[in-house]
């Protein structure tokens, strides 16, 4: 299982730091185009749909990565005052019973529109008419490494349940992204 755990954990790294380079072309697609507007006086139609893809495509992938690295927002006003073994229970609990059911059935709606997508040459009913099916394939894939990425929670939080100690540190605590827990 720690093998599975390093693996998702390398897979999700190395999406997020290829995927996160696209920042740059984001600014160089948005000083273009202010170069455009207000010097040129001729906006791109194509800009919005640029912006907007390439926003997306950074934000989704980013999603595992950032939760690997404990950077998502966290309320713990009760498991705070648990022993570690309890709280990992209780985060494996609700991770099965609420996240893995939340997003695998988004992903499974996902899944239907991207099929459906792909099968109709779909496009976006504005701006540049850009296809919108390459846009629901990166963000069905980004659902994935995100659930992925549930996965080795999952497996982390079962260790520390049952044997009290992370399965990649050995540590009776997890340290994600500078936060202890």
């Given at each position: 299982?720690?093998?599975?755990?390093?693996?998702?954990d390398?897979?999700?790294?190395k999406?997020?730091?290829?995927f996160?380079?696209?920042?740059?072309?984001?600014?160089?697609?948005?000083?273009?185009?202010?170069?455009c507007?207000?010097?040129?006086?001729?906006?791109?139609?194509?800009?919005?749909?640029?912006?907007?893809?390439i926003?997306?495509?950074?934000?989704?992938?980013?999603?595992?990565?950032?939760?690997?690295?404990?950077?998502?927002?966290?309320?713990?006003?009760?498991?705070?005052f648990?022993?570690?073994?309890?709280?990992?229970?209780?985060?494996?609990?609700?991770?099965?019973?609420?996240?893995?059911?939340t997003?695998?059935?988004?992903?499974?709606?996902?899944f239907?529109?991207?099929?459906?997508?792909?099968?109709?040459?779909?496009k976006?009913?504005?701006?540049?008419?850009?296809?919108?099916y390459?846009?629901?394939?990166?963000?069905?894939?980004?659902?994935?490494?995100?659930?992925?990425?549930?996965?080795?929670q999952?497996?982390?939080?079962?260790?520390?349940?049952?044997?009290?100690?992370?399965?990649?540190?050995?540590?009776?605590?997890?340290?994600?992204?500078?936060?202890?827990?």
């Amino acid at each position: 299982m720690k093998k599975v755990v390093l693996f998702i954990d390398m897979i999700n790294e190395k999406i997020a730091r290829f995927f996160s380079y696209l920042a740059i072309l984001l600014v160089v697609q948005l000083v273009y185009e202010v170069f455009c507007r207000y010097v040129l006086n001729k906006p791109n139609l194509w800009s919005f749909d640029a912006t907007y893809f390439i926003s997306s495509i950074m934000l989704i992938f980013g999603l595992a990565y950032t939760w690997k690295k404990g950077g998502h927002v966290s309320v713990d006003l009760i498991s705070a005052f648990l022993p570690n073994r309890v709280r990992a229970l209780v985060t494996s609990i609700l991770l099965i019973a609420l996240f893995f059911t939340t997003w695998g059935l988004i992903a499974n709606s996902m899944f239907g529109d991207a099929v459906l997508a792909w099968a109709r040459k779909q496009k976006a009913a504005s701006g540049s008419m850009p296809p919108v099916y390459p846009y629901k394939t990166w963000m069905l894939l980004g659902v994935f490494t995100f659930l992925l990425q549930g996965l080795s929670q999952l497996i982390r939080n079962l260790s520390i349940a049952i044997t009290g100690k992370d399965i990649i540190t050995g540590q009776s605590r997890i340290k994600e992204g500078g936060v202890e827990w």
